[in-house]
């Protein structure tokens, strides 16, 4: 999407733009419309209302045209707001670049004489130096762009000082490039768009700056028009004809407000988290677009999923996320959801308590149970008394889920006392048992760390904790082991199965790892384009896995011990879920793959609690076709060279 479509997507911002642009046009090409000049007078029709004696917006009280001198005064107006503006993006990103980049001395020494200036209030800075320069346009420029030079400043500088450590900057010193070069082509690109915003959020503030100081008489000198001296002239009438300060004072307004709106598409246009969505506040709950009725309760779980889909709506594009899944979790039972990234595991745990972000996430089918309870499309003061007390979720980062400025202490107090009325003391103390609960040492005192002073396992430990706080039925793990050594990682789950037998939890563990899932799950259900293609108890599975996909998902695991055994690797990639291909998803990667595979969609066969979405599976599945066993796997052989290249 171009920076021009992104702007009109602001319905103000475009709004904005389109007045700036008539305003700008207009002033373009007053010199060469029919107006009265702007300095002849004509006492005898002074102060005339609208359309009186042939002028349009009347006259002043010299009797000079006031739409002439509104339009010249514009022109006046808009140049020096502009030029002040330009001035001030400069010299204040000269300054804060330099500071930022070099730091240390230089920065200290740039940095107070900025704060210096911003100690002045800075319309009486800027009077200051007018009166020391004298009055007149070109002083009130230089005034008005001096006192805003230290606004640039400080937010370049802290942009700079952010990427001056990045690893392209150091990679370019040791390349040999001087410090002007590596400023002008690796710092100044990834502080452009920032000045850019800064800028076209100020000018109109510099134009009202330079309004007030021509209002005061220190700007434009008679008998030379701008909008802040017309209003100065037209004060001392303007209790018996007030209409003579309505043109310019409006003109401002309108100026302003449409640079301020269209500085706000910029920012969104240049911005790229906003350009991607990243920072639209979603809704509080998912979206519900439910086609049809909620399916039936089943009553097979605590937790119970049916013909559950979630689906991405982009613009013209539908990304089909989850495509009808249907599961369940009983108390006390381990639920292990594996597939590849992108298969829609996360989007189906999101689903379950409404936390896809909406826009532009909707569900669109099927039903969540909790005990009985349909979640899909719940009224969201119930769907909020349900998160994190009967059902909790463990994210995959706890050093983006917990707040970085609030100690874990607090955060678990918070979360208490979301859901219970009790007292701090009481909260505290409970806080204290869950971190000794999850076997962080010297509890007591790590109660008042903050999450960056833990390691990764231990900010995991809390994360657990916080979902352990008000005792839940249900917990959603999604993926809590991914970035955590093998150490820490087996510490984790220990700790996981320990709390599943003591509380007899039921906890639905998402993870790309069959490793993890032989340690921790007694069931598994194999996620590929949005949907199950296979389910069962996990030793069924391990030991004879009867999908095409498991079969490979499997075969990728390394086994120490086992010399040279081929590592098999699963060819292509996975559909893109706006356009999934007709039939069976997985038949373009199935060495198995018949034409009638590419035909009907394939349901999932099964009974017994086992099932498979296969025409032809790898393994004998009750309720389902018959085995037919398919080509070996094939994988590059683990040679000694491969070996020592990996040590």
């Known amino acids: ?24 046009l207009l002033a373009l090409v007053t010199p060469w419309l029919p107006l009265y000049p702007p300095n ?8 005339a209302w609208f359309g009186e004696e042939g002028h349009l917006l009347g006259t002043d009280h010299l009797g000079r045209d006031i739409l002439s001198r509104l339009l010249w005064g514009t022109r006046v107006s808009l140049a020096i707001g502009f030029a002040s503006a330009v001035i001030a993006a400069v010299l204040g990103a000269a300054i804060g670049i330099v500071a930022g980049y070099f730091g240390g001395r230089t920065d200290n ?8 200036i911003m100690g002045f209030p800075y319309i009486l800075l800027a009077l200051a130096i007018v009166a020391a320069l004298g009055p007149g346009l070109m002083n009130a420029l230089i005034a008005v762009a001096a006192v805003n030079i230290p606004f640039f400043a400080r937010n370049i500088r802290g942009v700079t000082v952010g990427i001056a450590h990045k690893e392209f900057v150091d990679a370019a010193k040791l390349a040999g490039m001087g410090h002007v070069r590596i400023i002008l082509t690796e710092i100044l690109p990834n502080v452009v768009p920032v000045i850019v915003v800064a800028a076209s959020t100020t000018v109109g503030w510099m134009i009202l700056e330079t309004a007030g100081l021509s209002f005061l008489g220190l700007g434009s000198q008679p008998p030379d028009p701008d909008l802040g001296s017309m209003l100065g002239l037209a004060k001392d009438s303007l209790i018996t004809d007030p209409h003579v300060s309505y043109p310019p004072g409006l003109m401002i307004l309108i100026i302003v407000m449409s640079i301020n709106l269209l500085g706000d598409g910029i920012r969104d246009a240049l911005d790229p988290r906003l350009r991607s969505g990243a920072l639209s506040r979603p809704a509080a709950a998912t979206t519900v677009d439910r086609r049809g009725a909620a399916p ?45 990234s992108g298969s829609g595991k996360s989007v189906t745990a999101l689903s379950v308590m409404g936390l896809v972000a909406s826009p532009p996430g909707v569900i669109t089918g099927g039903a969540v149970y909790v005990e009985g309870e349909d979640t899909v499309g719940m009224p969201y003061r119930q769907l909020r008394a349900l998160r994190g007390d009967r059902v909790a979720y463990i994210f995959q980062d706890p050093l983006a889920t917990l707040h970085p400025l609030f100690t874990v202490g607090d955060q678990l107090v918070e979360a208490i006392r979301v859901h219970h009325r009790v007292s701090d003391k009481e909260a505290r103390a409970k806080a204290l048992e869950l971190l000794k609960q999850v076997r962080i ?21 809390v994360g657990i904790a916080m979902a352990l706080a008000n005792d839940p039925e249900v917990i959603i793990a999604d993926e809590p082991t991914t970035a955590l050594d093998v150490t820490v990682q087996a510490q984790i789950l220990s700790l996981l199965s320990d709390l599943r037998r003591e509380r007899g939890l039921a906890i639905v563990f998402i993870t790309h790892d069959f490793g993890v899932v032989a340690q921790l799950c007694d069931r598994v259900a194999v996620m590929y384009a949005g949907r199950i293609v296979e389910e069962g108890s996990t030793s069924d599975i391990l030991r004879s896995p009867a999908h095409p996909y498991t079969k ?31 039939g069976c998803h997985f038949a373009d990667r199935c060495p198995k793959a018949r034409d009638v595979c590419r035909q009907d969609d394939v349901a999932l066969m099964g ?15 009750p309720g389902a076709p018959e085995a037919v066993p398919g080509p070996p796997v094939e994988a590059e052989p683990i040679t000694a060279d491969r070996v020592e290249a990996a040590q």
């Not at 990639?573 to 356009?579: E, G, K, T």
């Not at 009974?607 to 599945?621: D, H, S, T, Y």
């Open 1 to 24: 999407m171009t920076t021009l479509a992104l702007i009109a997507r602001n319905r103000l911002a475009l709004w904005g733009g389109i007045v700036l642009i008539l305003v700008i």
């Open 40 to 47: 002849a007078t004509d006492p005898s029709i002074k102060n």
């Open 109 to 116: 020494i740039l940095m107070r004489l900025i704060d210096l």
């Open 296 to 340: 039936a309760f089943r009553d097979e779980g605590i937790l119970e999923m049916t013909d559950l889909s979630t689906e991405f709506r982009l613009k013209r594009r539908t990304y089909k996320a989850v495509g009808g899944v249907t599961l369940a979790v009983k108390p006390g039972e381990c639920l292990g959801i594996i597939g590849e």
């Open 441 to 461: 040492p010297n509890a007591e005192s790590r109660i008042d760390s903050y999450p960056h002073e833990m390691s990764g396992g231990m900010r995991q430990r």
């Open 552 to 582: 490979r998902l499997i075969a990728c695991v390394p086994e120490l011990g086992e010399g040279k055994r081929a590592l098999a690797a699963i060819p292509g990639l996975p559909p893109a879920v706006d356009r999934l291909p007709d």
């Open 607 to 621: 009974q017994g609690g086992r099932a498979v979405r296969c025409l032809f599976p790898e393994a004998e599945v």
